[in-house]
């Protein structure tokens, strides 16, 4: 038997959906990298908390010590989650 996946779709037409968009991505990119902009452009999958920079403890270090992604959390509250995101630096 299949496993279904979102809205009792297969495998394979969900494949076909997720690299119908990961090729618009890529278009897009390769389209303002060429443009002439700063710097360059890459298009990356994560596809779950085993992707080296992306487990729970690794992301709550970097929205906590990048200033650039500070201020994304700061005021809010996460939900059934206990952490120290949001609380204030002393």
Do not use: N
């Not at 494949?15 to 443009?35: C, L, P």
């Not at 298009?43 to 403890?57: E, L, M, N, Q, R």
């Amino acid at each position: 038997m299949k496993q279904r996946y979102v809205d009792g779709q297969t495998h394979d037409q969900v494949r076909a959906k997720t690299e119908k968009r990961d090729a618009a991505f890529e278009q897009w990119i390769g389209g303002v990298s060429s443009g002439g902009g700063v710097g360059s452009r890459r298009y990356i999958v994560v596809s779950d908390c085993h992707t080296p920079g992306y487990a729970p403890w690794s992301l709550e270090k970097s929205f906590r010590d990048l200033s650039e992604l500070a201020h994304l959390v700061k005021g809010y509250q996460l939900v059934e989650h206990v952490s120290d995101l949001t609380a204030p630096r002393l």
